[in-house]
């Protein structure tokens, strides 16, 4: 069974960009969770979808966002980017919804670099 | 607020020395505990969980971790690590209300040959 897949695995833009990751989770897998990694912040909670709902968000300002389509594939939106931004961007899928009992399985990630 | 420290940054072991990583985690409800691996250049892996029953749990590779409650622990051990084993550990809990995994800053573990 294939993993989770995200595209593009390396992303370079501008400050003020806006941009757009994707991640395929797992086949049957219909909950996904996306997750910023920084050195100095380490790995953080974004936001977490399940049928085309979000069902929770991390403490991360409006500029970033997210859907879920009706297959399980699901975008992250990045509006307005800062440098800040710059992160490896992870998603995770898990069969329910990512809460007791259940086990995320973690894609390669989106390398972003804002410059 | 909910956290996760992982009190080494960097361990340098020698191959076939033990290892012993420590997790502690804040929350005072009921937990899911994980330890994910990162090896060079590949993406986080599980490498075991905990949800319920023995708090001594087994995962991939010969690595174990015992869930200590009062001490809001969950150290991961291994008795005799190999080269293969260099890669970054990160500890993460969830609550058992939440969804959102809480991850620690994580581990470097260095084995040399």
């Known amino acids: 069974k294939a993993g989770v897949t995200q595209t593009p695995r390396y992303l370079i833009k501008t400050r003020g960009q806006q941009v757009t990751l994707s991640c395929s989770p797992i086949?049957?897998?219909?909950?996904v969770s996306w997750y910023q990694q920084t050195p100095g912040q380490g790995l953080q909670f974004l936001f977490e979808?399940?049928?085309?709902?979000?069902?929770n968000k991390g403490n991360f300002p409006g500029r970033f966002s997210g859907r879920q389509f009706s297959n399980s594939r699901s975008e992250m939106n990045v509006s307005t980017l800062e440098l800040g931004d710059s992160a490896l961007y992870l998603c995770?899928?898990?069969?329910?919804?990512?809460?007791?009992?259940?086990?995320?399985?973690f894609g390669p990630g989106t390398r972003l670099l804002v410059l | 607020a909910q956290s996760v420290s992982q009190h080494n940054h960097h361990v340098i072991l020698s191959e076939a020395a033990s290892l012993e990583l420590g997790c502690n985690y804040s929350?005072?409800?009921?937990?899911?505990l994980f330890w994910y691996v990162q090896y060079p250049g590949q993406h986080l892996q599980l490498l075991l969980k905990?949800?319920?029953?023995?708090?001594l749990v087994k995962g991939i590779k010969g690595f174990e971790a015992e869930f200590i409650k009062s001490k809001f622990s969950f150290n991961l051990r291994k008795p005799s690590v190999q080269w293969s084993d260099t890669a970054e550990y990160f500890c993460?809990?969830?609550?058992?209300?939440?969804?959102?995994?809480?991850f620690g800053k994580g581990t470097t573990l260095s084995v040399s040959s």
């Open positions: 995770a899928s898990s069969l329910a919804p990512a809460g007791s009992q259940e086990t995320q399985y």
């Open positions: 086949s049957g897998h219909r909950s």
């Open positions: 979808y399940f049928s085309e709902t979000q069902r």
């Open positions: 929350y005072g409800g009921t937990v899911n």
């Open positions: 905990y949800f319920s029953g023995d708090p």
């Open positions: 993460a809990f969830r609550s058992q209300a939440g969804t959102a995994l809480i």
